[in-house]
């Protein structure tokens, strides 16, 4: 069941609900990556609000929030920085508009159930209001009216590209860069993260006030050579499970090989040149993160019990990230099967490495509107 690239575009959002291999229930770890951006992002809030003058409204959007708690989480440190900061510079305090923004299909109402929770825990008196929304589309479009924005917030969506790249036809028995794939589908791939960053920054220019600024967080690479994946990487262990499907008749080695992820993990300085090529963002601050996948051994668990919760916890955190893209290419009926062989895989590289551990980075930037 293939997709064209027009439409598979769409269901790249994470599973919703509150079930098992829902994204609310296995992103655990994005919230503890996340969570190490806080300072700069508590840093940079102030930062805008001396710079604009402390406004009397606010405009504040989440971009890619996906479904569950942890956009709330993020939300919440914003307010709370903005109402403390008020109050300490003895200022009246604002209208807060929160705007929170993904593709149509994310499941915006598994998103909200926690909205009331957010608003009862912020430092809110009655002079104090606050405002949350919803805004469906993409990024890579226009999305806020002219000048409205404050400060905006994006955590693990950058990576994600607006279509997967012309020219991956040559890319056989892989699912994104990895070696020993052909270098024009490297190119094409960092082509395409070229155009769709910049036309974010565009889309942002036009949308953020002079010196309001954006904090972005986003997986990226240490290597020089895109090429480069450990055996343990995330997408090498989704490829290797598709490819004993294969091998065992159940996927043909075709559909694999028309099937890649609009994913980039960008290299610093690629990071660098399409800022400064777009011109209308200054990066203030670039900051690169290890990006661990550890597993906690409980001291109850022998080796062998360790191994398959390793397993067990990879296998469900990505397919709650990657399931709606891979039905719409493969269809449901191999799902729970790729995922046991994904499980299976994660366990093996546990046994070998006790856990897969800095396979990539996280960057964390923060840019200043000119």
């Known amino acids: 069941m293939s997709?064209?690239?027009?439409?598979?575009?769409?269901?790249?959002?994470?599973?919703?609900?509150?079930?098992?291999?829902s994204y609310a229930n296995n992103s655990g770890h994005q919230k503890t990556v996340f969570s190490k951006s806080q300072t700069l992002v508590v840093e940079n809030i102030k930062e805008t609000l001396l710079d604009l003058h402390f406004p009397e409204c606010i405009k504040v959007a989440e971009l890619g929030c996906s479904s569950g708690q942890n956009t709330f989480l993020a939300m919440s440190e914003i307010v709370n920085t903005i109402i403390t900061l008020y109050q300490e510079k003895d200022r009246n305090p604002p209208e807060i508009d929160c705007c929170l923004n993904d593709l149509p299909d994310n499941d915006f109402n598994?998103?909200?159930?926690?909205?009331?929770?957010?608003?009862?825990?912020?430092?809110?008196?009655?002079k104090t209001s606050c405002?949350?929304?919803?805004?469906?589309?993409?990024?890579y479009s226009r999305l806020f009216p002219s000048k409205s924005l404050h400060f905006v917030r994006s955590a693990g969506s950058i990576h994600w590209l607006s279509k997967v790249p012309e020219g991956t036809e040559d890319n056989k028995r892989n699912i994104y860069i990895r070696s020993p794939c052909p270098p024009n589908v490297s190119k094409s791939y960092l082509d395409q993260?070229?155009?769709?960053?910049?036309?974010?920054?565009?889309?942002?220019?036009?949308?953020?006030?002079?010196?309001?600024?954006?904090?972005?967080?986003?997986?990226?690479?240490n290597a020089s050579d895109p090429l480069y994946r450990e055996m343990c990487h995330y997408w090498s262990l989704l490829t290797d499970s598709l490819l004993d499907l294969v091998s065992e008749g159940v996927v043909k080695?075709?559909?694999?090989?028309s099937f890649n992820l609009p994913?980039?993990?960008?290299?610093?300085?690629?990071?660098?040149?399409v800022v400064q090529n777009e011109g209308s963002f200054e990066i203030k601050n670039f900051e690169t993160h290890e990006h661990l996948v550890p597993y906690e051994d409980s001291q109850e668990d022998d080796d062998e019990t360790c191994r398959l919760k390793f397993g067990e916890l990879m296998a469900n955190r990505k397919r709650s990230i990657t399931e709606p893209m891979l039905v719409a290419h493969f269809g449901d009926a191999i799902i729970d099967r790729l995922f046991k062989k994904y499980a299976h895989n994660a366990a093996r590289h546990y046994i070998v490495s006790r856990s897969c551990t800095k396979t990539t980075?996280?960057?964390?930037?923060?840019?200043t509107r000119k």
């Open 3 to 21: 997709s064209s690239r027009s439409s598979f575009i769409s269901v790249v959002s994470m599973n919703g609900g509150d079930g098992e291999h």
């Open 110 to 126: 598994m998103t909200f159930k926690w909205a009331c929770s957010f608003q009862e825990n912020q430092k809110m008196n009655v």
């Open 131 to 139: 405002f949350v929304s919803g805004v469906p589309g993409s990024f």
């Open 193 to 221: 993260f070229q155009k769709d960053f910049s036309l974010f920054l565009k889309m942002r220019s036009e949308e953020v006030v002079s010196n309001g600024r954006m904090v972005l967080i986003f997986k990226g690479r």
């Open 253 to 257: 080695e075709e559909e694999v090989n």
């Open 263 to 273: 994913f980039y993990d960008a290299g610093e300085e690629e990071v660098r040149e």
């Open 361 to 367: 980075v996280n960057f964390v930037v923060s840019l």
